[in-house]
């Protein structure tokens, strides 16, 4: 469970600053007339760790939630891999019915641009995936399910972390961030024991998604 639960004294001026952190890099790296004055995979990767960062400044000993144990890891391949096989499946519906989706998703994987895919997985299972949950699950739903509850704060976290992207201006990947962002919110908010899963899952179905088995 959150590490405070109900808690009307939580402040919640960190979440605020780093949310807004969080929106300042994603516009960067994502609205259309400035992200291609950007590396996007430098710029990813210092978003991931100034946030993962942050999270560990306002919310200390998150990692005394860790566990990396085999139910842990195995757990979190088979989420991982459920979470592929939902998005496979939501692929193959959004580009029967919407002439606009493959664009955007085609779009979307233009990103990777040259990158070589071993320094990619290297960044998406190592840096970028846990780093994500650490920020927006391990800090930004925990500090808010503490002040407003635990479905609020799931509510509100999965808002935010799906607002961030807004600036992309690609229907597809606002969508993306909307599924996956319930999807780990959801597990986070009814078994936060199982936070290191959560983590390994995401950092598996960022590198299977992009690299591994691109969903074309």
Request: proline content about 5%; glycine content about 4%; hydrophobic content about 60%.
């Amino acid at each position: 469970m959150p590490l405070i639960k109900n808690s009307p004294t939580s402040t919640l001026k960190p979440v605020v600053f780093t949310v807004l952190w969080a929106f300042v890099l994603w516009t960067l790296m994502f609205f259309p007339l400035t992200a291609h004055h950007f590396n996007f995979w430098l710029l990813m990767t210092i978003a991931a760790l100034s946030l993962s960062t942050c999270a560990t400044i306002f919310m200390p000993k998150w990692w005394e939630r860790l566990k990396l144990s085999p139910s842990n890891i195995l757990l979190g391949v088979v989420i991982a891999v459920s979470l592929w096989l939902f998005f496979w499946l939501g692929d193959k519906i959004a580009t029967f019915l919407f002439s606009t989706a493959r664009p955007e998703i085609n779009a979307i994987y233009g990103i990777k641009g040259s990158i070589s895919p071993y320094l990619l997985s290297f960044l998406l299972l190592l840096i970028i995936g846990p780093a994500e949950e650490i920020f927006w699950r391990g800090f930004i739903q925990e500090r808010l399910s503490q002040r407003y509850g635990l479905t609020k704060g799931f509510l509100i976290a999965t808002a935010l972390y799906t607002s961030v992207h807004l600036a992309s201006c690609n229907f597809m990947l606002i969508m993306a961030a909307l599924v996956a962002g319930t999807f780990w919110g959801l597990l986070y908010r009814f078994f936060p024991q199982r936070f290191t899963a959560i983590i390994i899952s995401h950092a598996l179905w960022d590198a299977a998604v992009f690299v591994w088995f691109p969903i074309m």
